[in-house]
């Protein structure tokens, strides 16, 4: 049976409306079926994924930890979910000012994490063909890594998902994680979520 989720993309727009609105982007044919095994091994269960999480990447752990959407959706996809976690690095480089707005915006918190969950098992053998995926929060291209030297004469070697490089990927459980360099979320987001920053972070004026 073809997988209901992993699509390829003919035709992607990012504009801010679309990455706050799912299902703008035209999907056409869909990647081929996992095998029947590995359909039946999953279970919806998440405590063994959040505690590799948990010691792993503990700080997007923290982001997406109180979020009920999130996990609830998780349990509602029958053959288990993916997860793209963001390394120590790539939540640091995000900056205090930014990672504690997300604390206090529970809402936005809730958009960025949500560009991080697939709700259906996905290899990195899968993406390594596939021109998107449909997260929770909506489509997200998919792309390759060229090495070389500046990209020439290189060939591909690696899997990108919204520009930020795969890493290695885990299985656990139900889930497959990934380990990603970056959020893979829109820039967009990420632009929201400064805009959001600086409002609440206003810069007083220096006495002459």
């Given at each position: 049976?073809?997988?209901?989720?992993?699509?390829?993309?003919?035709?992607?727009?990012?504009?801010?409306?679309?990455?706050?609105?799912?299902?703008?982007?035209?999907?056409?044919?869909?990647m081929?079926?996992?095998?029947?095994?590995?359909?039946?091994?999953?279970?919806p269960?998440?405590?063994?994924?959040?505690?590799?999480?948990e010691?792993?990447?503990?700080?997007?752990?923290?982001?997406?930890?109180n979020?009920?959407?999130?996990?609830?959706?998780?349990?509602?996809?029958?053959?288990?979910?993916?997860?793209?976690?963001?390394?120590?690095?790539?939540?640091?480089?995000?900056?205090?000012?930014?990672?504690s707005?997300?604390?206090d915006?529970?809402?936005?918190?809730?958009i960025v994490?949500?560009?991080?969950?697939?709700?259906?098992?996905?290899?990195?053998?899968?993406?390594?063909?596939?021109?998107?995926?449909?997260?929770?929060?909506?489509?997200?291209?998919?792309?390759?890594?060229t090495?070389?030297?500046?990209?020439?004469?290189?060939?591909e070697?690696?899997v990108?998902?919204?520009?930020?490089?795969?890493?290695?990927?885990?299985?656990?459980?139900?889930?497959?994680?990934?380990?990603?360099?970056?959020?893979?979320?829109?820039?967009?987001?990420?632009?929201?979520?400064?805009?959001?920053?600086d409002?609440?972070?206003?810069t007083?004026?220096?006495?002459?």
């Amino acid at each position: 049976m073809a997988s209901s989720a992993i699509m390829l993309l003919l035709l992607f727009s990012f504009t801010l409306c679309g990455a706050f609105s799912p299902g703008r982007y035209v999907t056409i044919s869909r990647m081929p079926a996992r095998s029947a095994t590995t359909a039946i091994r999953v279970l919806p269960i998440t405590s063994e994924v959040e505690g590799f999480l948990e010691e792993s990447y503990p700080s997007f752990r923290s982001l997406v930890r109180n979020n009920e959407k999130i996990w609830n959706a998780t349990l509602d996809a029958e053959e288990g979910y993916t997860i793209f976690a963001p390394s120590e690095d790539a939540i640091a480089a995000l900056g205090e000012e930014k990672l504690s707005h997300l604390r206090d915006d529970a809402e936005l918190a809730h958009i960025v994490a949500s560009y991080h969950f697939i709700n259906e098992l996905v290899t990195e053998e899968e993406l390594s063909v596939a021109g998107g995926v449909v997260t929770q929060g909506g489509t997200l291209p998919v792309g390759q890594q060229t090495c070389g030297i500046f990209g020439l004469g290189g060939k591909e070697c690696g899997v990108t998902i919204n520009e930020a490089n795969l890493v290695k990927s885990s299985e656990i459980s139900n889930c497959i994680i990934h380990e990603v360099d970056s959020l893979v979320c829109p820039e967009s987001v990420l632009q929201h979520l400064a805009v959001m920053t600086d409002l609440n972070n206003p810069t007083e004026d220096e006495d002459p």
